[in-house]
Structures are given as structure tokens and as C-alpha cells.
């Protein structure tokens, strides 16, 4: 079956340093994988995708890496902040194109000033 | 981004007694959305797939009886918790896409509803 996998511990980081989320993925080789934030009692909130054939995307803070022969990716927010503390979910298409994400359960990060 | 609200965003109700959850796509037509249901700590489980004017897709293992689903207009979801219990209180997630939308992969994600039955 597929399988989503993100660190269930917290990343606590202190203010200024660059974070690193992980996400690997079993038994599927998905078109495309995207990233989501989630504050506590809200809905996510979409980030950045990134697709088979990228390598690398960067979004202002952010920057999303791709391997799909390590079925990993790998997101970063550089010089991070304390409003950057939330869960970061990651997700992929696994119904094969019709763009339905499937998530995993999500890292919670804590920027500490 | 497109936007999309859910109402309520809390609820509190008596076990037994049923409970209704809008999800609106305020500023583009969905005629699919997708509703989610979150336990702390876990990650978002797609219930079923809500489509305007044809009945729900549920995923496996989902009661299509207790959770019932109306998409009547290519804006309003509803999901109906029938004959709620404790086991039911949860968050629960509504999303949309906006196909016409520049980024047609991108789901928009409503503010949730944490229901609590009692």
C-alpha cells in the first residue's frame, strides 16, 4: 500500500536558522508532490508544488528539493521566523491524475525567538 | 488565491442528534469539492468526493448513510453528520480546485470545523 512519511517528532529550531522537513513516500512514483501549512484549528494552506521532472523550486523563504530515485523531498524555509511555527504536511496525487491529494500526518515546526 | 469558507467552524452537539457543515467556494465554481476528516495528531483522511448535481464518491470504508453529502450549486457543499456519537467528533476539512484557475492542481482548503458531540 502507499505510504506518506514525515517525522511525527517537532523540529524546534532557534530564529535565524534554516529548517529542514522531510518527506518520503513508498510504493508510488507520483507526477507530483506539493506542500502545505497547517495552523493549529485551521485548514492548510497550500505552499508550493513540484514536480517529477524539477529537481528544485523555490518560493521566496522556501525551497522544496524532489528525488524521486530516493522517493524523498525535502522542504526548507531559510532565516526562519517564529510566525513560520506550524505543521507542514506534504502531498501527493496518488489516484494517477486526478489531483486529489493524499497527505501525510504532517511535521510541526517551532521556531523559537 | 480562490477562497473557500466553512460554517461552522465549531459545533458542540447531543448524541443522536444530527449536524450540518457548509463549505462554499466564495469567488469560483467547484463542481468538485472534497471532504476531509482530522484526529489530533493525524493526517487529513479524504471522506468522500462531493460532485454538483450527481451523487458523492466515498472512500472505502466510509458510511455514506451517516455522512451524508449535497452539492446542489456549483458553490455550496454540504456534509450532514446523521445520528452523531463521540466517536464521530472530529475536525472536519472541506477543499475545492478551481479548474479555471491558473494553478488547477492546488487545493483550497476551508477554515475546518471541530465537532464535538456530547
Known amino acids: 500500500s502507499q505510504k506518506i512519511e514525515q517525522n511525527s517528532e517537532a523540529l524546534n529550531i532557534q530564529e535565524g536558522k534554516t529548517a529542514t522537513l522531510t518527506c518520503n513516500y513508498t510504493?508510488?512514483?507520483?507526477?507530483?508532490l506539493q506542500w502545505y501549512r497547517q495552523d493549529p484549528g485551521r485548514g492548510p494552506v497550500f505552499l508550493l508544488l513540484?514536480?517529477?521532472?524539477?529537481k528544485e523550486k523555490r518560493k521566496e523563504r522556501l525551497k522544496v528539493t524532489f528525488d524521486t530515485t530516493l522517493k524523498q523531498s525535502l522542504f526548507h524555509i531559510t532565516a526562519s521566523q517564529p510566525a513560520d511555527s506550524a505543521t507542514y504536511l506534504c502531498?501527493?496525487?496518488?489516484?494517477?491524475?486526478?489531483?486529489?491529494?493524499?497527505f501525510g500526518r504532517g511535521t510541526s515546526l517551532i521556531v523559537h525567538p | 488565491g480562490a477562497v473557500v469558507s466553512q460554517h461552522p467552524s465549531r459545533v458542540i452537539c447531543k448524541s443522536g442528534t444530527s449536524v450540518k457543515i457548509e463549505c462554499r467556494s466564495l469567488?469560483?465554481?467547484?463542481?468538485?469539492m472534497f471532504w476531509y476528516r482530522q484526529f489530533p495528531k493525524q493526517s487529513l483522511m479524504l471522506m468522500a468526493t462531493?460532485?454538483?448535481?450527481?451523487?458523492?464518491?466515498?472512500e472505502q470504508g466510509v458510511e455514506k448513510d451517516k455522512f451524508l453529502i449535497n452539492h446542489a450549486s456549483l458553490t455550496l457543499s454540504t456534509l450532514t453528520v446523521t445520528s452523531a456519537h463521540p466517536e464521530d467528533s472530529s475536525f472536519y476539512i472541506c477543499?475545492?480546485?478551481?479548474?479555471?484557475?491558473?494553478?488547477?492542481?492546488?487545493?483550497?482548503f476551508g477554515q475546518g470545523t471541530r465537532l464535538t458531540v456530547v
Open positions: 502531498a501527493l496525487d496518488l489516484t494517477g491524475g486526478s489531483y486529489i491529494p493524499t
Open positions: 510504493n508510488y512514483s507520483p507526477a507530483y
Open positions: 462531493s460532485n454538483e448535481g450527481s451523487k458523492a464518491t466515498y
Open positions: 469567488d469560483f465554481q467547484a463542481t468538485t
Open positions: 513540484i514536480r517529477e521532472n524539477e
Open positions: 477543499s475545492a480546485r478551481d479548474p479555471a484557475g491558473q494553478s488547477h492542481t492546488e487545493a483550497f
